[in-house]
């Protein structure tokens, strides 16, 4: 469970239930033992069984499309059922599926989503987009045949299927500006320049919008820390033009970190009466393992437990359900007898009796990493592997490694939480989280005749918090 738990990528999202109404959760995917700690209170933990409808190994489109949207997809695919082929535009229409974070917001709860790639990237397009190609990130990226039949790419469906999303934060800008348009940060340099064909401003349009709804549009750290949450209803935040750094290269004074993003993010949304719902990604652990530098995966994973640990501050496990899980694994291995105090990037404390050479702890199964020095493998000793962008050896040579088809862990704790318990399907998540927060198509447990809360679904000692909670309110 260890190793799994360690190379899941990183996909949090964070429903929140504040005073009766709301709901929180927070889905991960690279975790470390911090987050077990985190998590012990009142978590229940099972494991999440995580195949896409065509594929045994998944990828991160289909995967978001079951842990928001409550049903297994095609891979490739977001905000769409497996109805949906891969790339066909006239396969989308009819094959919609809408996300918990919709439900959320049709049930009046302000709803945000926070991640270190950009917006439009496949984890938090499920949540608010119908496409069936993750990577038209913008129309500049989508065949012609597609736009004549009238799809449209996934940065413009950020803010017209859900127009008022309160607060979206990540990177991606690019994809928000007519082609050829420089980038406000690296205006010399032409690869950040917009991408879009229509010769639309998202960002000019998303401001315009929102001039008198205490909407703000920051583009980097100085500008986010110059505003004040309880002012602020509506917040983009896009803060590179594509995803943000890793956290190791990360430049302290221009881009946030996933923690102080989840603290902005939710000290907006907290200040709806009827609770919020986040969805919180740390895309960039999934981007070191794919590059198979494991120190940079492991250090997003870090920052990920950071963030976790803030959200925690600052709501409570008597109104808020959390859950932290992963949307796939990688096939990241950490072995070799390392004795308890071993550098987790440190070499094994025996050499392989069949070259003699050593080998690291940390090693894929696949990927860039993959080495060989005249016609034998790389005596890693004469390496710095230690170093942040070293890429730990691979079995077979790739140059991107790829997910791994195990179960990944959940973690999950506050309201309802038991539901979470056992070996689930990955697309039972937002159906719990659904019920807990009673949003979404099923709400006949939420009330019975009288008007009142029905708690008889839950356990008992549940059922004396939340009554609690209830007469405080
Ligand atoms: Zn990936």
Redesign the pocket.
């Known amino acids: 469970m260890t190793s799994n738990v360690l190379s899941n990528?990183a996909v949090c999202f964070t429903q929140i239930k504040h005073r009766r109404h709301c709901t929180g959760i927070c889905v991960n995917a690279a975790l470390t033992t911090f987050i077990e700690q985190e998590m012990q209170e009142c978590n229940r933990n099972i494991a999440v069984v995580t195949y896409n409808t065509n594929a045994q190994v998944p990828?991160?489109a289909g995967t978001a499309t079951a842990y928001l949207c409550g049903v297994k997809a095609n891979e490739g695919t977001v905000g769409v059922s497996a109805a949906a082929v891969k790339s066909q535009c006239n396969t989308t229409r009819g094959n919609e599926v809408t996300s918990i974070l919709k439900w959320a917001k049709d049930a009046g709860k302000s709803v945000g989503i926070v991640t270190t790639t950009r917006v439009n990237h496949a984890t938090p397009s499920a949540a608010y987009a119908h496409c069936v190609d993750r990577d038209w990130y913008s129309d500049g990226d989508m065949p012609a045949e597609a736009l004549q039949s009238g799809c449209k790419d996934i940065a413009r469906q950020l803010f017209e299927n859900i127009p008022d999303i309160d607060v979206i934060m990540g990177g991606g800008r690019r994809n928000m500006y007519p082609r050829n348009t420089p980038d406000v940060e690296y205006p010399g340099d032409k690869k950040h320049n917009g991408t879009r064909k229509d010769g639309r401003n998202l960002v000019g349009e998303w401001t315009d919008r929102m001039k008198d709804k205490r909407g703000y549009y920051v583009w980097n750290r100085k500008d986010l820390f110059s505003l004040n949450p309880n002012n602020v209803d509506y917040l983009l935040g896009l803060f590179e033009p594509a995803d943000l750094p890793y956290e190791l290269e990360r430049n302290k004074e221009t881009d946030p970190s996933l923690t102080e993003m989840v603290d902005v993010a939710i000290k907006i949304l907290r200040k709806n009466e009827r609770g919020f719902y986040l969805l919180v990604e740390g895309g960039r652990i999934?981007h070191g393992h794919?590059d198979g530098k494991a120190k940079q995966a492991l250090h997003e994973a870090v920052e990920m437990d950071r963030a976790i640990t803030r959200a925690g501050l600052l709501t409570s496990i008597y109104d808020t359900l959390t859950v932290v899980t992963a949307d796939h694994s990688h096939v990241f291995s950490f072995g070799g007898y390392t004795h308890r105090g071993n550098s987790i990037f440190g070499l094994a404390p025996i050499m392989s009796d069949i070259d003699q050479k050593p080998f690291t702890s940390i090693l894929y199964g696949n990927g860039p990493g993959f080495k060989f020095v005249n016609g034998a493998r790389e005596n890693v000793s004469t390496v710095d592997y230690e170093q942040n962008n070293y890429q730990a050896q691979a079995a077979v040579p790739l140059s991107m490694e790829t997910?791994g088809g195990e179960d990944v862990a959940i973690f999950s704790k506050g309201p309802l939480a038991h539901l979470l318990h056992g070996v689930q399907e990955q697309h039972y998540i937002p159906h719990v989280m659904a019920y807990a927060a009673c949003i979404g198509q099923n709400k006949g447990h939420c009330h019975t005749n009288s008007g009142s809360p029905s708690l008889s679904h839950i356990s008992p000692t549940l059922a004396l918090l939340l009554s609690i909670k209830w007469l405080l309110c």
Do not use: A, L, Y
């Open positions: 990528t990828d991160s999934d794919h997910h």
